[in-house]
């Protein structure tokens, strides 16, 4: 468990890397996303932060090892909302999606949740105490995939960026798609990149190579 900056915090690996921020007012502790464990969302204890103050959750697709915890998450904290692109929301919400959430390469049966609300189009922003969440959607990895910004106090850019290195999937993925999100995140010059199985990239310098490796 790391703080990566004041307030932002990596949490660990649960088949995905799981992030939270403290908003530090009455919205609480926002998660980008949930992994598969509920055991290492409730860790944040060691941090002096309570795992009954998460109050939302912003999901950045639908696969399984993003999603698996978000079931049992909504079962120990009832107060938790969710939050994904209209374009993953099925998946999400409902059951028989196996297939497009990759439950059954894990061999498990993903249990839905329901969303608090459906992100639509290119943009929203999701306001939760000082800070502006940017919503951005950047399909190819999933038809609904987004990615998150954020800027903190002291102006940094901070990038959630789960599953930029991919892998196209055949029948989920578009390769077209792809490359044009990747495009559109080069162009945000972000400080900070908190990717979803490789870790934390930083300065924007780094940031800038990691994102152009998968440009063709």
Request: net charge negative.
């Amino acid at each position: 468990m790391k703080e990566i900056v004041k307030d932002i915090y990596h949490l660990g690996d649960s088949g995905c890397s799981v992030y939270l921020i403290n908003t530090n007012s009455s919205d609480g502790l926002v998660l980008i996303d949930c992994g598969m464990s509920l055991q290492l969302i409730k860790k944040i204890n060691k941090i002096n932060l309570n795992p009954m103050d998460i109050r939302h959750c912003i999901i950045t697709h639908f696969h399984i090892d993003h999603i698996g915890a978000c079931y049992d998450l909504k079962q120990f904290n009832k107060n938790v909302k969710f939050y994904a692109h209209e374009l993953d929301a099925i998946a999400i919400e409902e059951e028989g999606h196996n297939k497009e959430t990759a439950a059954m390469w894990y061999g498990v049966n993903y249990k839905p949740v329901k969303l608090a609300r459906r992100i639509k189009g290119e943009l929203e922003i999701l306001k939760f105490g000082d800070y502006g969440f940017q919503c951005i959607h950047t399909p190819g990895h999933t038809p609904g995939s987004i990615s998150i910004l954020i800027e903190t106090e002291e102006h940094a850019k901070i990038l959630f960026g789960q599953d930029l290195h991919g892998p196209i999937i055949p029948g989920v993925s578009d390769f077209n798609d792809y490359q044009k999100s990747l495009e559109k995140l080069l162009d945000l010059n972000a400080d900070i990149l908190c990717e979803g199985h490789f870790g934390i990239f930083q300065p924007a310098s780094e940031v800038q190579r990691y994102i152009k490796k998968y440009i063709e």
